[in-house]
């Protein structure tokens, strides 16, 4: 679902009253008005990290749902093992990595604006952070990750292991989704294809990359700071 | 399309990843993205697939022609009853509704194409790859057989030690994630073409009824399909990778599952439904010369279906205990949502009402949707109420609910829709006379096939169950049903051979033929690629209809000498002078990398899958460094 995002930038048909040759490629460009004043991409792109919060929402309801039970089903016998979330977790280390990608959310923005200003140097020194930032959070969830595999937690072990790997796994596929998104915007402006007209693109890269922080920040609250029952 | 003048092509050799310039052939409808066409091909793809989801239907009512029938072994009847409701929803009701939102919208409110042509493109092919990679299981011997709502822990139980010893889910649970990638795209697609891409003046109370319903419809899929989609990742999980999401025996809550299929299943209903209220209120006013009968409730009523369609799922799982306060919850929404149900149906009862009513093929088919909508609406308020819903749960009286929603509703309305536009995409009209031997076998068939079923429903007979024991007193009233369903057979064939016998015929149409009232009907008949040579200017609802007639001092129609439609102009330019979008590939190779992904995940080849991707990566990058256009020739 996530790739479909990246055609956001594909043809708006010619609504420019014909006769325009040439006019109209870009859904955005040209200046051509559209009914809401919002241009075709950016809607798009809204609409479908709209149909996202959904899909996060289902992700996060059965998390919830399941959140604790493994530890109160190994006390009242139905399981024998039940790994505890808290001896698990290093909160310090995912702090750290969770911060630097809300910094990157900061990136995002300076890029944008050095792009908007026609700076496109600097563009491509904020964008080139934002994707390494990107890439160190996702790091640091390899790390995890392998940490926790080495202590013995499955993705088979309880719904513990089901849920956690399964959501945050999908949330490091967007990232990870979101880091080639980047790669390629810093590509296109290395051949000089992308500038200050074409703002809107990385706009509309930087709404999709705001919206997986701001599910990382829902996640990181309910997987790891909200306390655990002893 | 301009014509590519020769000399360019001789002097330039063509570059890399240029695109296709065919706009005619048999070829072009591969590479094509224009919205007519791309329309047609999902109308006729999802026709196929009603074929299909038709001999399913056939086959499971000879195994119930008697008690105790021998034709299907359960495991087989398990296999096609799964299959029929998976295509009937996901591969006919679906598709049909963008098929028809594809043609029309676009023509509807004045624009030239959708918002991204080449986005509606990739959402066909992903529909027809995801469609063939679910036929596909039949060849692995493992078709989808766990219901098309596939329950857990039935569907998620790894193959090891499961209950459905074959593939099957796992074709169902990838299948439907493709498909939805499909319907996102599509949804997406239509909001931002109707939000941004309406002609000067049609604001959005002046946007034709149908334009409404298929921007609910597209809100509704993008709002709906993603839990369904969390779902089914589960699932495959807990079968491929041990997951615990639906294992009970390690604290995993297989009613999880029903919740979230249900939050996707309730909406979609009224997804399958919409468009079938849109239509009639399209037809019905023609064909009444009257105008829809307050256009504005029959709107909000829709949003109100679109919203309170949010809170009725748990309807679907009363007999799962979830308590008395939850149940009377969702049995109030329930009940509640009839309301502006209900007032749709009046409203197109006024329209009628007193209308210089001519009763084409198109208004029998309107005509039998109110009536037999509102038969299944009826039973379905019945649903309701949670006693009596407990009583009826898994027995044929809610397969005979549905079927008249569904069939009596969605279906009706679309042949409605078939007869209404076939003019208006392809030139000539469908016979009228085959047409109504169409309707009247339809009408008898569906009813001699869904009735008796709320009667075996309400004395016990269960759905899904591959027989039945003799001495029920069932045997006649299974009888009438299986003639009932050969006789929707027949009528479906009728259709068919009126297809062709009435393209061969060739009875041109005008390109008003039927006194119109919406923007499409002022454009010539079959409409040309670029829709409008001007964009219309809007001043009111029902706009082609008022620049056609005025009324005189006693409020007769009186009508005007111009007539309103700019057919003419065309005759005068032939529109080469208006830029569109070329023709792509690129969509169509995105598409295909997800069937190879969806192989390699069903059988767990990664290699596979790493192929699938490959391929989807490639297409995506030709797509995106493409050229705008064919050739830099102006």
Known sequence: ?230 | MTTVEHSAVIAQPRPLLARPTKTSGWTSWFTTIDHKKIGIMYGATALIFLVAGGIEALLIRLQLWRPNGTILTAATYNQLFTMHGTTMVFLVGMPLAVAFGNFLVPLMIGARDVAFPRINMLGYWVFLFGGIFLYSSFLFGSAPNGGWFGYTPLTSTPLAHGFLPSRGPDFWAVGLIMLGIGSVTSGVNFIVTILNMRAPGMTLLRMPVFVWMTFIIAMLTLFALPPVTAALIQVYMDRNFGTNFFNAAQGGDPLLYQHLFWLFGHPEVYILILPGMGIVSETLPVFSRKPLFGARVVVMSGIAIGFVGWGVWVHHMYATGLGPATTTGFGIATMAIAVPTGVKIFNWLGTVWGGAVRLTTSMLFSLGFIAMFTLGGLSGVMHSIVPSNAQQHDTYFVVAHFHYVLFGGLVFAIFSGFYYWWPKAFGHFLSEKMGKINFWLLFIGFNLTFFPMHIVGLQGMPRRTYTYGAGHGWELLNQMETVGAFIIALSVLVFFVNVIASRIRNDVAPADPWDGRTLEWSIPSPVPAYNFLEIPEVHEFDDFWHKKYTEDEEGRLVRLPSGGSDAGQHEVSDGSHIHLPSPSYWPMVFALGLPISGYGFVFKNWLLVGVGVAVLMFGLTAWLIEPDTAHEDH
Not at chain 1, 2 to 7: D, G, K, N, S
Not at chain 1, 74 to 94: S, V, W
């Open chain 1, 1 to 230: 679902m996530t790739a479909v995002a990246e055609e956001a930038p594909a043809l708006g048909a010619g609504h420019d009253g014909g006769g325009h040759d040439g006019a109209g490629h870009d859904g955005s460009d040209h200046g051509h008005t559209t009914n809401t004043g919002v241009s075709n991409t950016k809607l798009a792109i809204w609409a479908f990290l709209s149909s996202e919060c959904l899909f996060f929402g289902s992700f996060i309801a059965s998390y919830l749902l399941y959140r604790g039970r493994d530890t109160n089903f190994q006390k009242a016998g139905l399981i024998k093992t039940a790994f505890k979330p808290q001896e698990l977790f290093n909160i310090p280390f995912t702090s750290a990595t969770s911060f630097i990608l809300l910094m990157s959310s900061l990136t995002m923005v300076l890029a944008l604006a050095a792009l908007q200003r026609g700076d496109e140097r600097r563009f491509r020194i904020w964008i080139a952070s934002t994707a390494l930032f990107g890439l160190t959070f996702i790091s640091g969830q390899v790390f995890e990750f392998t940490e926790f595999y080495q202590k013995g937690l499955r993705l088979s072990s309880g719904t513990f292991g089901s849920t956690f790997f399964v959501m945050t796994g999908l949330h490091g596929a967007h990232v990870t989704v979101g880091i080639f998104w980047l790669l390629s915007l810093y590509q296109r402006s290395l051949q000089g294809k992308l500038g200050p007209e074409k703002a809107e693109a990385v706009e509309v890269a930087g709404l999709y990359w705001h919206f997986v922080d701001i599910v990382w920040i829902l996640i990181f609250t309910v997987v790891y700071l909200v306390p655990y029952h002893k």
